[in-house]
């Protein structure tokens, strides 16, 4: 019997190349998981009301990480689905409907963008077990947001042990302070950007640090932020990355260093 989606459909914004950042990160990261996947099976679910960001995700882990992996784009909007067809190119690139349940599919990695900030965030647990409990064994779930035109995001990576860890990520050129990233931190942490939330205290130390590290700012944002981060490393921060992805505008903490209290 066909799994009943479980969710309900969201505003489906999306903009070319919108999720280019944390597709690079997922090829970077999470490619290891997918190379040594028996099926390299990857859902993107709530993909929106084009496909096209579906198509860029298949495309940019045929090229950085194998090439026979196979997508599967899912939303609970019919209609959705049926405007997806024309892009679909199976076995490789192909879409359905679903949701938080993945459709019955057991795959190795599950890309779930700009869905959960439309829900409250006492959903938002209950909707990671769900995706992580439908993952294949070792199979990862990155689940987050960003801005509309992919310049600020941040995104958990979880399996089915729970979070992980937190990527917080911007477009280094068009970045006027790093407390902007509280806009688009995950839905787990949009409203704990308050004092005595570790979240806070992360963003804040972000912000102190950009601040200090102004006369960095005539050679560039990137050595800038470079320094930002490389600051807070000194300053005791757990960072899980190093130099080469902060350069790109990264930065990766433990979730146990922002979990909410």
Same mark, same amino acid.
């Given at each position: 019997?066909?799994?009943?989606?479980? /969710?309900?459909?969201?505003?489906?914004?999306?903009?070319?190349?919108?999720?280019?950042?944390?597709?690079?990160?997922?090829?970077?990261?999470?490619?290891?998981?997918?190379?040594?996947?028996?099926?390299?099976?990857?859902?993107?679910?709530?993909?929106? &009301?084009?496909?096209?960001?579906? %198509?860029?995700?298949?495309?940019?882990? &045929?090229?950085?990480?194998?090439?026979?992996?196979?997508?599967? /784009?899912?939303?609970?909007?019919?209609?959705?689905?049926?405007?997806?067809? +024309?892009?679909?190119? +199976?076995?490789?690139?192909?879409?359905?409907?679903?949701?938080?349940?993945?459709?019955?599919?057991?795959?190795?990695?599950?890309?779930?963008?700009?869905?959960?900030?439309?829900?409250?965030?006492?959903?938002?647990?209950?909707?990671?077990?769900?995706?992580?409990?439908?993952?294949?064994?070792?199979?990862?779930?990155?689940? *987050?947001?960003?801005?509309?035109? /992919?310049?600020? *995001?941040?995104? %958990?990576?979880?399996?089915?042990?729970?979070?992980?860890?937190?990527?917080?990520?911007?477009?280094? *050129?068009?970045?006027?302070?790093?407390?902007?990233?509280?806009?688009?931190?995950?839905?787990?942490?949009?409203?704990?950007?308050?004092?005595?939330?570790?979240?806070?205290?992360?963003?804040?130390?972000?912000?102190? *640090?950009?601040? @200090?590290?102004? +006369?960095? @700012?005539?050679?560039?944002?990137?050595?800038?932020?470079?320094?930002?981060?490389?600051?807070?490393?000194?300053?005791?921060? +757990?960072?899980?990355?190093?130099?080469?992805?902060?350069?790109?505008?990264?930065?990766?903490?433990?979730?146990?260093?922002?979990?909410?209290?």
């Amino acid at each position: 019997m066909t799994q009943r989606p479980q /969710g309900v459909v969201t505003r489906g914004t999306t903009n070319p190349n919108r999720l280019r950042r944390v597709d690079n990160w997922i090829v970077a990261t999470c490619g290891d998981r997918l190379r040594t996947a028996a099926d390299p099976l990857v859902v993107d679910l709530g993909y929106g &009301a084009t496909p096209v960001t579906a %198509v860029e995700l298949r495309a940019r882990l &045929a090229a950085g990480v194998r090439a026979d992996v196979r997508l599967v /784009g899912l939303e609970i909007d019919p209609a959705r689905v049926a405007a997806a067809a +024309p892009a679909a190119d +199976p076995p490789r690139l192909t879409f359905a409907r679903g949701g938080f349940e993945l459709a019955g599919l057991r795959p190795a990695l599950v890309r779930a963008f700009n869905v959960l900030r439309q829900y409250d965030e006492r959903d938002v647990a209950a909707a990671w077990r769900t995706m992580t409990a439908a993952l294949a064994p070792g199979g990862l779930l990155v689940e *987050g947001t960003c801005d509309e035109l /992919g310049r600020l *995001g941040g995104w %958990v990576l979880l399996d089915a042990d729970g979070p992980h860890s937190l990527t917080l990520a911007a477009r280094l *050129g068009t970045l006027d302070t790093p407390a902007t990233l509280a806009e688009r931190l995950p839905k787990a942490l949009i409203h704990r950007n308050v004092p005595g939330e570790r979240v806070h205290d992360l963003i804040r130390a972000l912000d102190n *640090g950009w601040r @200090a590290a102004a +006369p960095y @700012a005539p050679f560039g944002p990137r050595q800038r932020w470079t320094r930002t981060v490389a600051g807070l490393r000194e300053a005791g921060w +757990p960072l899980l990355d190093r130099p080469r992805r902060w350069r790109l505008g990264e930065l990766t903490v433990p979730w146990s260093a922002v979990a909410p209290r």
